[in-house]
């Protein structure tokens, strides 16, 4: 399923909200209505938290169905709320923007290639998947740059061939550049999803929307 929503007017639903195969979490402020909509397209449960105080959950927190990964800045009251749902990896490293800077399903991960191998290693363990650094049309933030599902992967549409089959290998599916938001290359930040749904700004087109859910396998 596919929805189309906003956040009070913003589109950059990704920005804010973060989700797995059974959970989603979001901001305290994030309305009713985009709630209601992740609960229902991608049929979780919903867990209302900041990241170091801040509503910008998805930036800083990467997930999984195995745990989360999250800035050091994340406070113990934080972590305490995500812990009952989930495990928590706090990370401290320079490029602390885990959900800008991880892009990965239940299986794999490909992260920032400027980040520590400490930092890899870690998550590594952490969440029992391999982490493989690499940047996507010349994007380090490859969770911005890219969406990845446990059924698909869509990019950013500066993608190369070379990079996109690179991606195939890693993870084993098909992969799909696209835009979303009426144009926005950064389809990270334009939805939230898993593999059995998607929220998504609400100026996408139905071309970018036949696209995601021809990347996403969302049928």
């Known amino acids: 399923m596919i929805r189309l929503s906003s956040f009070d007017g913003n589109d950059f639903i990704g920005v804010h909200s973060a989700a797995n195969e059974g959970l989603a979490i979001v901001p305290p402020n994030l309305t009713e209505a985009l709630v209601r909509d992740i609960m229902e397209a991608l049929d979780v449960e919903v867990l209302t938290t900041t990241i170091a105080g801040t509503i910008v959950v998805c930036t800083l927190l990467a997930m999984n169905s195995n745990g989360a990964v999250v800035a050091d800045s ?17 990370v401290e490293e320079r490029f602390n923007a885990m959900g800008n800077n991880i892009l ?58 070379e990079e996109m089959d690179r991606l195939r290998q890693i993870f084993g599916l098909d992969v799909k550049v696209g835009t979303l938001n009426y144009g926005v290359p950064l ?11 998607a929220v998504v700004g609400s100026h996408s087109t139905p071309i970018e929307l036949g696209r995601l859910e021809e990347g996403l396998s969302l049928y």
Do not use: W, Y
């Open 104 to 161: 990965l399903n239940d299986n794999v991960a490909i992260i920032n290639p400027d980040m520590s191998t400490a930092t890899i290693q870690g998550i590594e363990d952490f969440l029992g998947i391999e982490v493989v650094p690499m940047s996507v049309a010349g994007h380090s933030t490859v969770g911005s740059a890219c969406v990845a599902t446990n059924k698909g992967v869509i990019c950013h549409p500066r993608a190369t061939e």
């Open 74 to 90: 994340t406070t113990d009251e934080e972590i305490a709320a995500i812990e009952a749902s989930l495990p928590v990896l706090r």
């Open 187 to 197: 389809v990270g930040a334009c939805l939230v999803s898993n593999s059995k749904g």
